[in-house]
């Protein structure tokens, strides 16, 4: 059973629309994080939060923003989605302990 | 400027023979290393890790070996199973940040 949730699965959507992803998980973690993954790539942090009201931006550069109101839920929306946004998003939370960070099943995203 | 790098996209193995993955990397600072699974439409699962102050760890079938002099770490499968058959990453961080830096991934096809 998985402890982070995220939704929707898929979505197809049409430029310039705002969008949300979202992210919940239900383990206790301080942190929590966004990665992009397109095929074949590696996986890109974009943002990240280790504790409630605290965001820092990634190591690869995103339109994107994400807020930290409560500490299981961990948004992220594109105010003016666009084709380059088409990719998948994977959310993730840690402890900061031993086994790194458990992944939701991700979002694939595609703008139209 | 990629700090961890799986130069192979793909494997291909026999069932129970000895699948052999590997990564380098490029940054000293790195002591603590991940492997994680993943099936498609899936986020990654954790495998097994390793800190700098080993060179081997076991569990069960998987076993990661670390040169650090190298920079270069292999996970090894013994033996391989055709539900093994899945991308695998190798990650990388360092002490003070809970952040991962992710190779490109090695899809690994076990043969029935």
């Known amino acids: 059973e998985a402890d982070i949730y995220q939704t929707p699965r898929y979505l197809v959507i049409g430029t310039g629309k705002k969008i949300t992803l979202e992210c919940s998980q239900t383990m206790g973690h301080d942190k929590m994080y966004w990665y992009q993954q397109d095929p074949g790539m590696e996986l890109h942090l974009i943002h990240y939060s280790y504790g409630v009201n605290s965001t820092e931006k990634g190591d690869l550069s995103s339109e994107s923003t994400v807020s930290r109101i409560r500490t299981e839920h961990f948004p992220l929306t594109l105010e003016s989605a666009r084709p380059s946004h088409t990719s998948q998003y994977l959310c993730?939370?840690?402890?900061?302990?031993?086994?790194?960070?458990?992944f939701g099943s991700g979002t694939r995203l595609t703008v139209v | 400027d990629q700090q961890v790098k799986q130069n192979s996209p793909s494997l291909s193995v026999q069932e129970g023979r000895i699948s052999i993955l590997n990564c380098d990397y490029t940054?000293?600072?790195?002591?603590?290393f991940l492997w994680y699974k993943k099936y498609p439409a899936e986020g990654p699962t954790f495998l097994i890790s390793i800190s700098s102050i080993k060179d081997k760890n076991e569990d069960g079938r998987f076993t990661v070996f670390l040169n650090k002099s190298a920079k270069h770490l292999s996970l090894h499968i013994v033996p391989s199973q055709p539900g093994d058959s899945a991308v695998y990453f190798c990650a990388a961080s360092y002490s003070g940040t809970y952040k991962y830096i992710f190779g490109t991934g090695t899809r690994l096809k076990v043969l029935a």
């Open positions: 940054n000293s600072m790195f002591d603590y």
């Open positions: 993730a939370s840690s402890s900061g302990g031993a086994y790194g960070y458990t």
